[in-house]
């Protein structure tokens, strides 16, 4: 979820920007494809603020330091160079009914085009999606294709971000999930949220972790809570849940979540989790 440029952050996006990072294995030589889904601003999926006024901007990045550079990763990208490496294409919407619940390919995109990134196992490209103008929500969707014409996934591929912001579902009974993943030096996170609008609750689950609570904000503020990492958490991924208000519905919810590292290093969440959801050892709990 993105917001237009103009946009009061109380509305649950705190800077109008937002960035995925796509991963693409380095056996995966061919050609590949990143597809937005109903890119415009405009239409029932998207939140309109009196009438349909906003331009989001969606840029692909490749090269050295679109993914190393540490601006990119933080959580202040924003204010910072989160437009490292170089640009391979843009492209900027409105409100164009021709996108409205329809697919945008960028591409072909040529792997080699991005970083190579050892760490994370192959080439990487950085897509950002920015609000230029106006003060309206844009609800999308990506995905890493071998196709430009279908969704069609890249084998070992993966896409994600180090600061999330998204819109709940108004289906109280809907349970979302994000999936940081903490490292081999992990030893504590810091567990952050925005604008929550005591929209029930968000808990962790994971190997010694059995739904934990996380502190949560209220309107326009963030509020933060540290968690220690165990052994068994270590080199793999944690679950986020968000689960809504039982009691009252709240429509339009949009939220932003960060985790880091004790060094202050924002962790990733990814969309497909490293070694699988996390399941809980009540032997490891009791150690």
């Known amino acids: 979820m993105t917001f237009g440029g103009d946009s009061d952050p109380s509305w649950g996006d705190d800077d109008f920007c937002q960035i995925f990072f796509c991963v693409i294995p380095l056996s995966h030589t061919t050609p590949v494809y990143i597809r937005v889904y109903d890119p415009d601003t405009g239409g029932s999926l998207d939140e309109v603020k009196g009438v349909f006024n906003s331009v989001i901007e969606f840029s692909v990045y490749g090269g050295a330091g679109c993914w190393s550079d540490t601006s990119a990763q933080s959580i202040y990208a924003s204010k910072q160079n989160f437009r490292s490496g170089y640009m391979l294409t843009s492209k900027s919407f409105g409100d164009d009914q021709r996108y409205d619940k329809q697919w945008y390919t960028f591409g072909p995109l ?63 009974k809907q349970v ?103 399941v809980y050892s009540p032997r490891i709990r009791m150690k």
């Open 110 to 172: 040529n792997p080699s085009e991005g970083e190579n990134a050892e760490r994370l196992g192959g080439n990487v490209l950085k897509i950002i999606a920015q609000g230029i103008s106006g003060d309206d929500g844009n609800q999308y969707r990506y995905f890493l294709s071998t196709r430009p014409d279908e969704n069609r996934p890249v084998e070992g591929g993966n896409l994600f971000t180090y600061k999330y912001h998204f819109r709940l579902p108004d289906n109280p």
């Open 176 to 278: 979302c999930q994000i999936y940081p993943f903490a490292d081999e030096e992990t030893i504590s996170i810091e567990v952050r949220n925005f604008d929550w609008d005591n929209d029930g609750t968000i808990r962790i689950f994971s190997a010694a972790k059995n739904g934990i609570n996380c502190d949560i904000s209220g309107e326009n503020n963030w509020v933060t809570r540290i968690f220690n990492i165990v052994k068994e958490e270590k080199n793999s991924s944690l679950e986020i849940q968000f689960i809504k208000n039982q009691s009252e519905i709240i429509r339009n919810n949009n939220v932003v979540v960060t985790v880091r590292n004790q060094y202050g290093i924002s962790l990733p969440f990814y969309v497909i989790p490293i070694g699988g959801i996390p």
